[in-house]
């Protein structure tokens, strides 16, 4: 197997991209998500959660998706890191992990099809925002 490698500046570049991404998408989508999701912007305050620790889960979580996006992209082998290869490997592991997992995971939890609408459509967002970057600026 041909590995071309892995350059941890695309890898960083795509996790604080993917993140804003992430923070205009659920800023759209706030109200649509709220209902979605039966809750008050005051309930979710009132969760417990604090948002500094969650927003440094969520980075370092994009940290390691890009990171193993990355490899699988790197496997492709010397010459196929690619935008358009990084842009289709994104959206080959969105539908083949991502979306079948909160299809089921939604599906049990009996959340309603909105949901799943606007979570998967930011993590495929997610996933080709990451693949092109780390496409793009190769190994």
């Known amino acids: 197997m041909d590995f071309a490698g892995i350059n941890y500046v695309a890898v960083a570049v795509a996790a604080i991209a993917s993140f804003l991404f992430g923070g205009v998408w659920y800023g759209v989508f706030s109200n649509p998500w709220m209902a979605a999701i039966g809750k008050t912007e005051q309930e979710i305050k009132n969760a ?4 500094p620790v969650l927003l440094v889960m969520t980075f370092v979580a994009l940290l390691v998706m890009a990171f193993v996006l990355a490899g699988l992209i ?11 290869n990084g842009a289709l490997s994104g ?4 539908f083949g992990f991502v979306a079948t997992t909160l299809v089921v995971n939604h599906g049990y939890q009996g959340a309603k099809g909105a949901l799943t609408l ?4 930011h993590w495929l967002g997610v996933l080709l925002i990451q ?3 780390i496409g793009y600026l190769g190994v």
């Open 48 to 51: 417990g959660q604090s948002l």
């Open 74 to 84: 790197g496997h492709l082998g010397h010459g196929q890191v690619t935008t358009w």
């Open 91 to 94: 959206a080959f592991a969105w």
């Open 118 to 121: 606007i979570d998967g459509a």
């Open 131 to 133: 693949g092109i970057i």
